[in-house]
Antibody, heavy 123, light 106 residues
Framework: EVQLVEFGGGLVQPGRSQRLSCTGS????????MHWVRQAPGKGLEWVSG????????GYADSVKGRFTITRDNAKNSLYLQMNSLRPEDMALYYC????????????????WGQGTMVIVSS | SYELTQPPSVSVSPGQTASITCSAD??????AFWYQQKPGQSPVLVIY???RRPSGIPERFSGSSSGNTATLTISGTQAIDEADYYC??????????FGGGTKLTV
């Protein structure tokens, strides 16, 4: 079964850091670009960051650029999001998502999603 | 910045056809994607590359795109189709963009 599982959410104070992890299984992890997408409570979807299958291409939303860093470890089938200088507006359910095309030349859409991990930013 | 505009809500009677639009400048020149999200669940890709259905998505879901508008159409809408629907596209400035979402009431 193709699956993504996120870890690392929780309560964090404004200005502090948090690291999210996502582990993929049931597919060849290093064949796909991977992404983080977030959803604030009661709000819509917001793409946060994406990384190509070989880490050669990385993108960020303007709202997190300079504060968040996406990385991956294909040997561990894992995706990470290092979040620094967290703000109350970063509070959201963070989804890990797989790009729908194998070794795509550019970011596309998301055909597999995890269940999400909640990040609460509050003092 | 490039923005995708969706109606906040659409209502449809069971068995009828629901159409959800997504509008942006020259959206027809790029691929549109559609997701379904039910309460408490992760999004599900229902249409990719304007009009293609992933395996497992019922045939009543279809998509089209032309000019400035992409449209998700649900034929013979069922109660189980009640959900939030999001369109998504690419843009050179922000690689991935989502519309604000449309709540479909059946």
């Amino acid at each position: 079964e193709v699956q993504l599982v996120e870890f690392g959410g929780g309560l964090v104070q404004p200005g502090r850091s948090q690291r999210l992890s996502c582990t993929g299984s049931g597919f060849t992890f290093d064949d796909y670009a991977m992404h983080w997408v977030r959803q604030a409570p009661g709000k819509g979807l917001e793409w946060v960051s994406g990384i190509s299958w070989n880490s050669a291409s990385i993108g960020y939303a303007d709202s997190v650029k300079g504060r968040f860093t996406i990385t991956r470890d294909n040997a561990k089938n894992s995706l990470y999001l290092q979040m620094n200088s967290l703000r109350p507006e970063d509070m959201a359910l963070y989804y890990c998502a797989r790009d729908f095309e194998v070794r795509a030349a550019h970011f596309g859409a998301f055909d597999v999603w995890g269940q999400g991990t909640m990040v609460i930013v509050s003092s | 910045s490039y923005e995708l505009t969706q109606p906040p809500s659409v209502s449809v009677s069971p068995g009828q056809t629901a159409s959800i639009t997504c509008s942006a400048d020259k959206l027809g020149d790029r691929f549109a994607f559609w997701y379904q999200q039910k309460p408490g669940q992760s999004p599900v890709l229902v249409i990719y590359q304007d009009n293609r259905r992933p395996s497992g998505i019922p045939e009543r879901f279809s998509g089209s795109s032309s000019g400035n508008t992409a449209t998700l159409t649900i034929s013979g809408t069922q109660a189980i189709d009640e959900a939030d629907y999001y369109c998504q596209a690419w843009d050179i400035s922000t690689p991935v963009i989502f519309g604000g979402g449309t709540k479909l009431t059946v």
